[in-house]
T-cell receptor, first 115, second 114 residues
Framework: DTGVSQDPRHKITKRGQNVTFRCDPI?????LYWYRQTLGQGPEFLTY????????KSRLLSDRFSAERPKGSFSTLEIQRTEQGDSAMYLCASSSDRGQNHEQYFGPGTRLTVT | AQSVAQPEDQVNVAEGNPLTVKCTYS??????LFWYVQYPNRGLQFLLKYITGDNLVKGSYGFEAEFNKSQTSFHLKKPSALVSDSALYFCAVRDRNYGQNFVFGPGTRLSVLP
């Protein structure tokens, strides 16, 4: 098991373009989370999947953001019509719902820069 | 609403001395509490958690934390700091009755001086 992976690690895009990020969770984990982290801040929760179902979405998640987990394995986060304020590190995490395993395991993140 | 406060942006400690990184939280119900560490250019790593039971929990790399319900605190401690402990530390909380919305604190930068 190689842990949570994210692709790409870095993305530079021009304002107004669409971007898509991918997250591959730990294989036996059925829960998947997306967070956004800006410099000097802790991660901010964006959305949560249980298997393929998107069960929670933060008010931070504007209608330009959409996330999917079509087969309950990998997930994608798309940002449409990017704005400079979208520049941040986007983190993916996964966890298991078995027993006391409530902790999340994080990927390395995708750093987005909108110019 | 859930919230986490880490009152110190920066903590400096000499190598070999005990360290404490403070965390207080606010939830409407009962909390799950976590500590994570972030090294430069690396993802957040899980350190320890409080779910239920003993208020003193032990985690990775010799760290421990004490859950204090009356003070709504979950301070991170280590008896003897190492230079390699220098990193950014995040406290996080989830309300047991409020879905999967984890709330993280702003982080505390720990510097262990040789």
């Amino acid at each position: 098991d190689t842990g949570v992976s994210q692709d790409p690690r870095h993305k530079i895009t021009k304002r107004g373009q669409n971007v898509t990020f991918r997250c591959d969770p730990i294989s036996e984990h059925n829960r998947l989370y997306w967070y956004r982290q800006t410099l000097g801040q802790g991660p901010e929760f964006l959305t949560y999947f249980q298997n393929e179902a998107q069960l929670e979405k933060s008010r931070l998640l504007s209608d330009r953001f959409s996330a999917e987990r079509p087969k309950g394995s990998f997930s994608t986060l798309e940002i449409q019509r990017t704005e400079q304020g979208d520049s941040a590190m986007y983190l993916c995490a996964s966890s298991s719902d078995r027993g006391q395993n409530h902790e999340q395991y994080f990927g390395p993140g995708t750093r987005l820069t909108v110019t | 609403a859930q919230s986490v406060a880490q009152p110190e942006d920066q903590v400096n400690v000499a190598e070999g001395n005990p360290l404490t990184v403070k965390c207080t939280y606010s939830v409407s119900g009962n909390p799950y509490l976590f500590w994570y560490v972030q090294y430069p250019n690396r993802g957040l790593q899980f350190l320890l958690k409080y779910i239920t039971g003993d208020n003193l929990v032990k985690g990775s790399y010799g760290f421990e934390a004490e859950f204090n319900k009356s003070q709504t605190s979950f301070h991170l401690k280590k008896p003897s700091a190492l230079v390699s402990d220098s990193a950014l530390y995040f406290c996080a909380v989830r309300d047991r009755n409020y879905g999967q919305n984890f709330v993280f604190g702003p982080g505390t930068r720990l510097s262990v001086l040789p």
